[in-house]
């Protein structure tokens, strides 16, 4: 029998990056998950994040926790009032790049990644990026996907001894939210383990307002699937 | 006047990382340091890095806590016995590199000094990686250096929104230890300040067996000058 490959999965605990994992697991890989706990507002994701890697039976979940409020500059870890029933992709600053972007975060993410696959041999990297929804953030497109993946062929220690290839695979790069969630369905991910709204109420219901929960909801729509999780103002 | 630019620059409190600290000060720039606190056992580093901050006057000092035990394997931050008395480059398992490495330490310090040079409006990150003393690290290689660059080149706001070039200096990349101290010695760097040892003793005195101590010890006897720091045992 061949050995099993190691892999490791960025988590958040929202539907793409469980669509990655569900790839990964797809593709008879050991997962290693790595989800990262940055002073966000909406800490749920750690949560959910919890619960998916244990209903996949992950062969090992990281929680990092990073403090990234140090940088400040993003709604997502600071305080900044996360936009709400704006035009999806209007909640910018002037410059087109979303508020609720985070000065570095991708990079550091995948750092830690790094590391990780280094001590599991692990010799890819999944990581849930989409550039069509988030075209505003530089750290979701191809070309620092490559970049990343370059410097990271240059970083460990099996780039250096035995001339081992690390991949980042970002299979959802060029997909929309709708395809991102008819794909997820026919891998059988349970999207009701799965959270994005930006700012939910106490019960963990999603807000049905910010960007996050409008874009889900007009995915889910166009994908003719019903969103299983629970929204505070049942959308129209 | 021309406006101060900013740089960032990763100080550990070692004799490296401050005289890199002294290079950018000469350079009239406006300093951002960034030291990382990552559960190694010489937390002396992080209290050494705050003396020198507050001595160089840098406009502002990040300490991030980040956990890099997660990711085992390695001297500094694991429970393997520090390496003492052997050949300098000795100390590393069969591959060459040392026990000492970190999985990915590089990638993830430059990726929160990257965080901070975006917040600041820094065009410019000092490290003060050595490629010759740690030949062994694949993190302290020149196409490492150059790898991070063209990543952050597409990774942050001021690379999308106005084609602004971050440059990643490591000006100590080819110096020996002794060319380091020189130099350092030239910019007035307070090498009392700083810190080499990975097991110092419980009052702060290196312990003058260690690699690092090894290594310090012959740079500044090859360079002619007495390092002012404390040793356990006073070195022949």
Redesign the interface.
Same mark, same amino acid.
């Given at each position: 029998m061949p050995e099993t490959r190691n892999a490791v999965v960025l988590l958040s605990g929202g539907l793409d990056s469980t669509t990655v994992l569900a790839i990964a697991r797809s593709e008879g890989l050991r997962i290693n998950a790595i989800t990262f706990s940055y002073g966000q507002r909406h800490s749920g994701e750690v949560e959910a994040a919890r619960r998916i890697a244990a209903a996949n039976r992950v062969a090992r979940h990281?929680i $990092? &926790? @990073? *403090?990234?409020r140090?940088? %400040? %500059?993003s709604a997502l870890t600071a305080d900044i009032a996360v936009p709400k029933n704006r035009e999806l992709g209007a909640a910018s600053d002037n !410059?087109g @790049?979303p508020i609720t =972007?985070?000065?570095? &975060?991708?990079? @550091?993410f #995948? !750092? =830690?990644a #790094? %590391?990780?696959a280094? $001590?599991t041999g692990s010799d890819q990297i999944f990581i849930g990026v989409n550039a069509l929804d988030y075209s505003g953030y530089? *750290?979701c &497109?191809p %070309?620092?996907i490559e970049?990343?993946q370059? +410097?990271?062929n +240059?970083?460990?220690?099996a !780039?250096?001894?035995t001339g081992t290839r690390l991949r980042i695979r970002a299979p959802l790069i060029d997909l929309s939210k709708s395809e991102i969630i008819r794909l997820g369905g026919r891998l059988g991910v349970d999207f009701s383990l799965t959270t994005s709204c930006y700012d939910p109420a106490e019960d963990g219901s999603a807000c049905g307002e910010c960007d996050a929960c409008q874009l889900r909801l007009k995915g889910f729509a166009a994908a003719g699937l019903t969103d299983p999780i629970r929204y505070l103002r049942q959308p129209a």
């Open positions: 990281e $990092v &926790r @990073i *403090d990234l140090a940088f %400040g %500059g !410059s @790049i =972007y985070v000065p570095a &975060r991708n990079t @550091i #995948l !750092s =830690y #790094l %590391g990780l280094e $001590v530089p *750290d &497109r %070309g620092f970049a990343f370059r +410097l990271a +240059l970083a460990t220690r !780039s250096v001894e």
